[in-house]
Protein backbone atom coordinates (compact mmCIF):
# COMPACT_ATOMS: atom_id res chain seq x y z
CA UNK A 1 0.00 0.00 0.00
CA UNK A 2 3.14 2.50 0.05
CA UNK A 3 1.90 3.72 -3.40
CA UNK A 4 -1.03 5.32 -1.68
CA UNK A 5 1.45 8.19 -1.14
CA UNK A 6 1.94 9.41 -4.07
CA UNK A 7 -1.74 9.87 -3.96
CA UNK A 8 -0.90 12.68 -0.89
CA UNK A 9 -0.57 15.78 -3.32
CA UNK A 10 -3.79 15.69 -5.43
CA UNK A 11 -5.56 14.52 -2.77
CA UNK A 12 -4.19 17.71 -0.71
CA UNK A 13 -4.99 20.41 -3.33
CA UNK A 14 -8.76 19.04 -3.62
CA UNK A 15 -8.89 19.48 0.21
CA UNK A 16 -7.73 22.58 0.53
CA UNK A 17 -9.62 24.23 -2.62
CA UNK A 18 -12.78 22.35 -1.51
CA UNK A 19 -12.74 23.80 2.18
CA UNK A 20 -11.55 27.36 1.72
CA UNK A 21 -13.79 27.41 -1.01
CA UNK A 22 -16.34 26.08 0.36
CA UNK A 23 -16.14 28.54 3.42
CA UNK A 24 -16.20 31.72 1.03
CA UNK A 25 -19.08 30.54 -1.10
CA UNK A 26 -20.73 30.61 2.52
CA UNK A 27 -19.45 33.93 3.50
CA UNK A 28 -20.63 35.29 0.24
CA UNK A 29 -24.14 33.82 0.29
CA UNK A 30 -24.42 35.60 4.38
CA UNK A 31 -23.42 38.62 2.99
CA UNK A 32 -25.39 38.65 -0.18
CA UNK A 33 -28.28 36.82 0.65
CA UNK A 34 -28.10 34.26 -1.77
CA UNK A 35 -29.21 30.73 -0.95
CA UNK A 36 -27.67 29.54 -3.71
CA UNK A 37 -24.21 30.11 -2.26
CA UNK A 38 -24.78 28.88 1.04
CA UNK A 39 -26.07 25.33 -0.81
CA UNK A 40 -22.87 25.36 -2.46
CA UNK A 41 -20.79 26.13 0.63
CA UNK A 42 -22.88 23.55 2.32
CA UNK A 43 -22.01 20.94 0.05
CA UNK A 44 -18.04 22.12 -1.32
CA UNK A 45 -17.58 21.74 2.86
CA UNK A 46 -18.95 18.62 3.15
CA UNK A 47 -16.83 17.26 0.22
CA UNK A 48 -14.00 18.84 1.20
CA UNK A 49 -14.30 17.23 4.41
CA UNK A 50 -14.11 13.60 2.99
CA UNK A 51 -11.18 15.14 1.28
CA UNK A 52 -9.30 16.42 4.60
CA UNK A 53 -9.62 12.37 5.60
CA UNK A 54 -8.15 11.62 2.41
CA UNK A 55 -5.45 13.67 2.47
CA UNK A 56 -4.51 12.36 5.92
CA UNK A 57 -4.94 8.81 4.86
CA UNK A 58 -2.56 9.71 2.25
CA UNK A 59 0.11 11.36 3.94
CA UNK A 60 0.56 9.04 6.23
CA UNK A 61 1.98 6.58 3.06
CA UNK A 62 3.74 10.24 1.87
CA UNK A 63 5.40 10.35 5.21
CA UNK A 64 6.55 6.55 5.15
CA UNK A 65 8.23 7.06 2.06
CA UNK A 66 10.65 10.00 2.96
CA UNK A 67 11.03 10.23 6.61
CA UNK A 68 14.36 7.44 6.96
CA UNK A 69 15.68 10.02 4.31
CA UNK A 70 15.10 13.17 6.02
CA UNK A 71 15.84 12.54 9.66
CA UNK A 72 18.63 14.89 11.29
CA UNK A 73 17.53 17.94 7.98
CA UNK A 74 15.93 20.66 8.66
CA UNK A 75 12.84 19.59 6.56
CA UNK A 76 12.25 16.84 8.99
CA UNK A 77 10.51 19.47 11.61
CA UNK A 78 8.50 20.51 9.15
CA UNK A 79 7.82 17.24 8.48
CA UNK A 80 6.68 16.17 12.40
CA UNK A 81 4.44 19.56 12.74
CA UNK A 82 2.40 19.14 9.43
CA UNK A 83 1.83 15.31 10.57
CA UNK A 84 0.71 16.59 13.96
CA UNK A 85 -1.23 18.73 12.75
CA UNK A 86 -2.45 16.63 9.66
CA UNK A 87 -3.78 13.94 12.35
CA UNK A 88 -5.99 16.46 14.31
CA UNK A 89 -6.89 18.66 10.80
CA UNK A 90 -9.35 16.31 9.47
CA UNK A 91 -10.93 16.00 13.19
CA UNK A 92 -11.49 19.79 13.05
CA UNK A 93 -12.46 20.03 9.40
CA UNK A 94 -15.59 17.34 10.31
CA UNK A 95 -16.43 19.19 13.04
CA UNK A 96 -16.73 22.36 10.99
CA UNK A 97 -18.84 20.59 8.50
CA UNK A 98 -21.09 19.03 10.95
CA UNK A 99 -21.89 22.37 12.65
CA UNK A 100 -22.91 23.73 8.73
CA UNK A 101 -25.22 20.97 8.08
CA UNK A 102 -26.76 21.14 10.99
CA UNK A 103 -27.44 24.98 10.50
CA UNK A 104 -28.66 23.77 7.20
CA UNK A 105 -31.77 21.96 9.21
CA UNK A 106 -31.76 24.29 12.38
CA UNK A 107 -30.93 27.99 10.42
CA UNK A 108 -29.91 30.39 13.03
CA UNK A 109 -27.96 33.69 12.07
CA UNK A 110 -26.35 33.90 15.59
CA UNK A 111 -24.95 30.32 15.09
CA UNK A 112 -24.62 30.89 11.27
CA UNK A 113 -21.91 33.68 12.19
CA UNK A 114 -19.98 31.42 14.55
CA UNK A 115 -19.89 29.05 12.03
CA UNK A 116 -18.27 31.74 9.68
CA UNK A 117 -15.51 32.24 11.93
CA UNK A 118 -15.18 28.53 12.90
CA UNK A 119 -14.82 28.17 9.02
CA UNK A 120 -12.60 31.14 8.53
CA UNK A 121 -10.37 29.48 11.51
CA UNK A 122 -10.74 25.91 9.98
CA UNK A 123 -9.86 27.64 6.48
CA UNK A 124 -6.70 29.26 7.84
CA UNK A 125 -5.01 26.02 9.53
CA UNK A 126 -5.91 24.08 6.35
CA UNK A 127 -3.98 26.64 4.73
CA UNK A 128 -1.18 26.96 6.91
CA UNK A 129 -1.36 23.16 6.91
CA UNK A 130 -0.53 23.54 3.27
CA UNK A 131 2.44 25.95 3.36
CA UNK A 132 4.29 23.79 5.16
CA UNK A 133 3.50 21.11 2.73
CA UNK A 134 4.70 23.28 0.14
CA UNK A 135 7.48 24.14 2.39
CA UNK A 136 8.97 20.85 2.49
CA UNK A 137 8.57 20.43 -1.30
CA UNK A 138 9.56 23.58 -2.50
CA UNK A 139 12.50 25.14 -0.04
CA UNK A 140 14.02 21.43 0.90
CA UNK A 141 13.03 18.96 -2.40
CA UNK A 142 11.17 16.48 0.32
CA UNK A 143 9.57 13.50 -1.67
CA UNK A 144 11.04 15.18 -5.16
CA UNK A 145 13.09 12.72 -7.02
CA UNK A 146 16.72 13.78 -7.84
Not at 70 to 84: C, D, N, Q
Not at 92 to 99: N, S, Y
Not at 109 to 124: C, D, E, H, N, V
Amino acid sequence: MDFLGQFHPPTVHFAVALVITGVLFDIAGFILKKDSLRHAGLWTIIVGAIAVWGAMFTGHYAEEAVEDYIKGTPAYSILEEHEEIGEILPWIVTFTAAFRVFLNFRPNKKLFILYLLAGLITAGIVGFQGKLGGKMVYEHGVGVKK
